[in-house]
């Protein structure tokens, strides 16, 4: 059983750290693509003026984390179950 159970949750948890600093590098280069720039005491994208931009996560980019996650866990699942096995 332990076999079994330990490559599916390192899988899981090497995807949402994954997942993590995708979203974190995305919405940092969505920031500086719109002229803003990362106040990093507070994680608020700051415009020229001083006004915070919101920035959204659209339903594509949720559809790609999804994949991510996914792919991730399957393929670093599968590695831990290949080096058990030896």
Known sequence: ?????????????VSLIT???LHG????DRCLDSGGAINHKTNLCMGENGQVI??????????????VIMTV???????IRKL???
């Not at 059983?1 to 948890?13: A, E, F, Q, T, Y």
């Not at 590098?25 to 940092?28: A, C, M, R, S």
């Not at 919101?54 to 994949?67: D, K, P, R």
Request: net charge positive.
């Open 25 to 28: 590098f995305l919405l940092v």
């Open 19 to 21: 997942v993590w600093w």
């Open 84 to 86: 058990l096995k030896r």
């Open 73 to 79: 866990s399957l393929v670093s699942g599968s590695l």
């Open 1 to 13: 059983m332990k076999n079994n159970l330990l490559p599916s949750l390192v899988g899981v948890i």
């Open 54 to 67: 919101e920035l959204a996560t659209s339903s594509g980019v949720l559809a790609i984390y999804c994949i």
